[in-house]
């Protein structure tokens, strides 16, 4: 009895050994591809993170009082078009961090592609920075997925780069809302969804101009 016993310990510490290790593997994957540390959940936004942390997977709000210096972005597009934010100022801009290998960009880019042309109505404007890609790649799955906004070339990953106090290098998917002044007020790690971009764009579209 006393070996039968020690048996179907054995077997237990066996199994719940496994799911400790399929638990941590889960985990290191999600952290693999957004390159974060800590993981917000529920449906709310994360209200009064500074704009320095950018280890924050999910949706963050920044306050205006919380918000930094405006980011300079510019570049050469897909199609060989020369583009900056400078000449959209006093817009809300979405900037989406997108690359053609990335299995989650293709699952959000329905998203992006619909909430572009409804929010476009409202002076909204959309742009991508297609990272450590190709043109010929990125250029192909623009067309399979219909983005009617234009995306950077941003093949040796450094526009993202330059973008490292508001995302993490390996942030992809990830996009930012900046306001009418071109700082960031708002950031989701991680594949969008409609309401959650959708209830980020309208949080910034509704304040006041300062």
Known sequence: MSTAKGRARRRASSIGLRRRRG???ALAGVLGVTGCSSVVTGAGSRVGTTASDAT???VTYLTPGQRSQPITLSGNTLNGGAWTNSAHANQVLVVNVWASW???CRGE???LAALS???ARAGITFVGIDTRDSDINGEAFAKT???PYPSLSDRSGQLLLALSTSLPPSAIPSTLVLDRRGRMAGRIIGPVTSASLSALIEQVAAEPPS
């Open 23 to 25: 638990a941590a593997l």
């Open 56 to 58: 924050t997977v999910g």
């Open 102 to 104: 990335c299995g989650p």
């Open 109 to 111: 880019a329905p998203i």
């Open 117 to 119: 042309t409804k929010y």
């Open 145 to 147: 997925f219909a983005i």
